[in-house]
């Protein structure tokens, strides 16, 4: 059974890698490419520094994630895992409390593990291709501040969780219910409790797109007091933009990055789309299909704990458990490794209808091409996936293919015009 779950979690690992080295290939292979509808836009030093970034970051993210998972599998595979299970549930006779200090207790390792890897992603690879601002002390208060959150959330989480399991029979039930009012409750706190412990949030402050984002925003029927820009650059060079919240805390964020590096046509065609994941409820409807599958999920974890099966899975006879849970957790990356890609094409059947949305809003097809070219050049991303990569994790189209997709919408557009 052990060798079973061990050859699954490998395989998982090894086609994760040889999708990665393929498009890692393939971007380097086609790095002086111009893609059609790029042309003028992209110069031999800008697809020689995208090549070159590109390149930087996947070495570094797959030594990181090598160690990583290498520990993991000595620390889960071998007597290391079950030494600490009971190491944890001798320091105290209480189920909630052993529940707490073994996940906080995975926490901090995980977290010493990552802080090198952030320094070095920020002051070294992000510092030498020009995107850091970030400095050593911000750096360092982020550390903290999440660490912070971190403890605080496990602690709530596990201790809630764990009191439910204890207090009801159906237990799962209960814990399902727990953790959905949970997620809910912080989406609606976060923007006002823990999004502002790292960024500024004001209304856009230019006041002839103030006025663009007015009109377009009134013209599709919300508030402009939801558009708001976040001072990204106190960190890093990036540009982006993002619609979050459900309910009452619905709202559109714009790096003010983002308004630095484009026009004022550009910025309001990123905003359309950002208000056409609004309009199609986007957000909504993936917290629903969470909320659904996590009730599964439970459901199930809930009948193979009963069934006393797990500790086979590491060929242990018995296991506290929060390790039952861990062992569940594993279980569940390499069963949903196969789904990964459902969730990608959802996501970016998502991003196609807000493009859509875009579109129909600002009747310039054109504008959000402009957009989308500027933020492959400025954030140097690499323009040529591997296929079979994109079709697996992309969670939006490839950029070649939506700029193809618009520049199309317009040929029709002025078609139509001509009849
Ligand atoms: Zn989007």
């Known amino acids: ?12 690992l090894v086609f994760g890698y040889v999708l990665q080295y393929l498009n890692l290939k393939h971007n380097w292979e086609w790095r002086y490419e111009i893609p059609p509808g790029f042309e003028g836009e992209l110069s031999p030093d800008v697809q020689e520094k995208t090549a070159s970034y590109n390149l930087a970051g996947e ?22 895992f079950p030494l600490y299970d009971r190491w944890i549930s001798s ?26 890897f952030s320094y070095h992603h920020t002051f070294v690879l992000e510092e030498k291709f020009g995107f850091n601002r970030s400095t050593l002390r911000l750096w360092l208060s982020d550390l903290v501040k999440t660490a912070l959150i971190s403890v605080v959330l496990i602690s709530f989480l596990t201790t809630g969780a764990f009191w439910l399991v204890q207090a009801t029979s159906l237990w799962w039930l209960w814990v399902w219910v727990f953790l959905t009012l949970v997620s809910l409750f912080l989406m609606v706190i976060s ?35 939801r558009v708001l820009q976040v ?29 630095e590096q484009m026009s004022k046509a550009e910025i309001l065609a990123v905003l359309a789309h950002e208000i056409g994941h609004w309009k199609k409820r986007h957000i909504l409807k993936r917290l629903l299909l969470t909320v659904g599958s996590s009730f599964v999920g439970i459901g199930l974890a809930f009948l193979l704990i009963q069934s ?7 060929g242990l006879e018995s296991l506290s458990f929060p390790a039952q849970l861990m062992v569940l957790s594993v279980l569940g990356k390499i069963v949903l490794f196969p ?29 959000l091409a402009s957009a989308l070219i500027k933020l492959a050049r400025e954030n140097l991303a690499g323009l040529f996936p591997h296929p079979l990569y994109a079709w697996f994790y992309f969670s939006h189209p490839p950029l070649v293919e939506r700029v193809g997709f618009l520049r199309g919408l317009q040929i029709k557009e002025i078609k139509t015009k001509e009849q």
């Open 1 to 12: 059974m052990k060798i079973g779950f061990l050859g699954g979690y490998l395989l998982v």
């Open 91 to 116: 320091l105290s006779d209480s189920f909630i409390l052993n529940g707490v200090l073994f996940f906080l207790g995975l926490l901090v390792f995980q977290t010493l593990f990552k802080i090198p």
């Open 308 to 314: 006393g099966f797990l500790p086979t899975f590491l």
């Open 59 to 80: 070495k570094v993210s797959l030594v990181e994630s090598m160690a990583e998972e290498g520990l993991f599998l000595i620390f889960f595979f071998s007597v290391l």
């Open 339 to 367: 789904v990964t890609p459902l969730s990608a094409w959802l996501s970016r059947r998502h991003e196609r209808e807000a493009d859509l949305y875009a579109v129909s809003l600002t009747e310039k097809p054109l504008d």
């Open 231 to 259: 001072d990204a650059s106190r960190r890093s060079g990036h540009s982006n933009a993002y619609f979050t919240g459900i309910g009452k805390v619905k709202r559109i964020v714009l790096f003010d990055t983002l308004i």
């Open 191 to 225: 923007p006002y409790l823990i999004e502002p412990l790292f960024f500024k949030f004001k209304p856009v402050d230019d006041e002839e797109l103030a006025t663009g984002v007015e009109s377009i925003v009134g013209r599709a029927g919300l508030q402009v007091s």
